[in-house]
Structures are given as structure tokens and as C-alpha cells.
């Protein structure tokens, strides 16, 4: 019996995994965003210094037992928002890319994953590594802090009521 419980887990592992990566198979992705990955990759510290890090708290989104996924997107807020919100704005007068359009993919992956019965952690990694292939692998790094902006922004995770 512990066996069969084990490879229904394992089973019931793969279709989640499946389920998250169909999400994204059909999704399409602004292409401009590969601009802002590599803006982030080329930041440098001198680059953000004297920007405002007052970001709204995300707290509301993750119980107690999260606490590592919602400290590393806390960390990404902190540093990053207010930039990556500016390199947006800024893309938005100067290119042809439009914010409510890619805002909207996001939010569409995030619900196609979060039916799918994944956990926070394997959908945070399910998105950063879409964005990650969509951008030709620049750096996932950026990609995370991408995904916590829109953490950030309510696009991902829905608020914990009590």
C-alpha cells in the first residue's frame, strides 16, 4: 500500500508539472519584455540608488508556512518595483508595447496554473521559467524579478482572506 501511495504522488507530481507547462504552451508573451529582462540582467547598483523602496506589503498573499518564497519576492520588490514599474512606463511612450496587453498574459498564466493544483512555489517557478525561454534565456533572475513585480501588482497570487 505505501508503494502504490508513493507512485500515486509521483503520478499526481507529473500531472501538475503538465498542467503548468500547458499553461504557457499557448500563451503568447509581448516580445518588448526581452528589453526589460536584459535592463534588469545590466543593472547595476549605482543604477537604483535613491530610488523609492516603499512597495505595499505583500504579506496578505502567503501564509506562515511560504515564508521562503514570499521573503525572495519581498527582497525582489524592494529592490526592483519601482524600477521595473519605470522601465514600463517608459517602454509604453517610447515602443510599441502596451502594459494592459502584457499584464493580462501574466494574469492569464497565473489563473491556467493556479487551476491546475500547484502550489505558489512550482507556479512562481512555472512563470519565471516561461519568461525565462520566451527572453532566449538572459537571465532568470530577471525573470524572477519580473514575476514578483507582478506579484507585487496583483497579478499573481490572490490575497489570503481570513
Known amino acids: ?27 503568447g508573451l509581448e516580445y518588448e519584455i526581452e528589453n526589460v529582462v536584459e535592463k534588469i540582467y545590466g543593472l547595476k547598483e549605482s543604477d537604483i540608488l535613491g530610488i523609492n523602496y516603499n512597495a505595499v506589503a ?12 514570499k521573503s525572495k519576492i519581498t527582497g525582489y520588490v524592494m529592490t526592483y518595483f519601482t ?3 519605470d522601465l514600463f512606463k517608459n517602454m509604453e511612450t517610447t515602443t510599441t508595447f502596451n502594459f494592459d496587453i502584457f499584464s493580462g498574459q ?3 498564466c497565473f489563473i491556467k496554473m493556479d487551476s491546475s493544483g500547484a502550489d ?11 519568461i525565462n525561454i520566451k527572453t532566449q534565456n538572459v537571465s532568470r533572475l530577471a525573470c524572477e524579478a519580473i ?16
Request: with cysteine.
Open 1 to 27: 500500500m505505501e508503494e502504490y501511495l508513493k507512485l500515486l504522488e509521483i503520478k499526481k507530481t507529473c500531472l501538475r508539472q503538465t498542467a503548468l507547462h500547458d499553461a504557457t504552451f499557448t500563451l
Open 58 to 69: 505583500i504579506a496578505e498573499k502567503f501564509v506562515s508556512d511560504e515564508f521562503l518564497l
Open 83 to 85: 524600477y521595473i514599474r
Open 106 to 108: 501574466i494574469r492569464a
Open 120 to 130: 505558489k512555489t512550482e507556479i512562481f517557478e512555472s512563470m519565471v521559467d516561461w
Open 147 to 162: 514575476i514578483a513585480f507582478f506579484v507585487q501588482h496583483c497579478e499573481v497570487f490572490y490575497e489570503i482572506t481570513k
